[in-house]
Antibody
Framework: QLQLQESGPGLVEPSETLSLTCVVS??????????WAWIRQPPGKGLEWIGTVYHTGTTYYNPSLKSRVTISVDTSKSQFSLKLSSVTAADTAVYYC???????????WGQGTLVTVSS | QSALTQPPSASGSPGQSVTISCTGTSSDVGGYNYVSWYQQYPGKAPKFMIYEVSKRPSGVPDRFSGSKSGNTASLTVSGLQAEDEADYYCVSYTGSNNVIFGGGTKLTVL
């Protein structure tokens, strides 16, 4: 059973860079059908796709966040990471990592981690 | 890239059926048969209920069904049960390994 677990600081100061890591266990991060995504949900609001990375390192980003987002993968550690720069209070959200089967369907999700942007 | 359009709320009595719509464009919902639906309880991660428009993963009750017509996808919950009360989100593939979410629908079982 595939499992994903997010980790990272729960509090980030405005204008700084938010950094999160997702560790994948119970399966191979290099599986050819798996794409690895970050998705966020501001408190009381809906879900928003941030971006996706393939095990080769190829990335795909939400156009609205592209200028501030970097997603990378480390297959040797079976993990992928998110960096979101120049954060503001609007970036306060629960951040989820997920597997997108064939890049389309989020069939496995992490439990989510709340990141608050505040000084 | 605007979110797919879902009604903010839907409701039904136990045993009834309710349908939640998800409207996009020919560049997303209408262009691909990769629409999926997710159920989310408060404080929990989403759980996928339908994929590729109408397929049900193992373990999801057959009370849940999906369909699509043109640029609008739909999720129907038949035989409503109290446990179905949750938020529901649609997601569509938009090409180039991009996806887009709907705004979410809060389903209330009366």
């Amino acid at each position: 059973q595939l499992q994903l677990q997010e980790s990272g600081p729960g509090l980030v100061e405005p204008s700084e860079t938010l950094s999160l890591t997702c560790v994948v266990s119970g399966g191979s991060i290099s599986d050819g059908t798996s794409y690895w995504a970050w998705i966020r949900q501001p408190p009381g609001k809906g879900l928003e796709w941030i971006g996706t990375v393939y095990h080769t390192g190829t990335t795909y980003y939400n156009p609205s966040l592209k200028s501030r987002v970097t997603i990378s993968v480390d297959t040797s550690k079976s993990q992928f990471s998110l960096k979101l720069s120049s954060v503001t209070a609007a970036d306060t959200a629960v951040y989820y990592c997920a597997r997108l089967y064939l890049g389309t369907t989020g069939d496995y999700w992490g439990q989510g981690t709340l990141v608050t942007v505040s000084s | 890239q605007s979110a797919l359009t879902q009604p903010p709320s839907a409701s039904g009595s136990p045993g009834q059926s309710v349908t939640i719509s998800c409207t996009g464009t020919s560049s997303d919902v209408g262009g691909y048969n990769y629409v999926s639906w997710y159920q989310q309880y408060p404080g929990k991660a989403p759980k996928f209920m339908i994929y590729e428009v109408s397929k049900r993963p193992s373990g999801v009750p057959d009370r849940f069904s999906g369909s699509k017509s043109g640029n609008t996808a739909s999720l129907t919950v038949s035989g409503l049960q109290a446990e179905d009360e949750a938020d529901y989100y649609c997601v569509s593939y938009t090409g180039s390994n991009n996806v887009i979410f709907g705004g979410g629908t809060k389903l209330t079982v009366l």
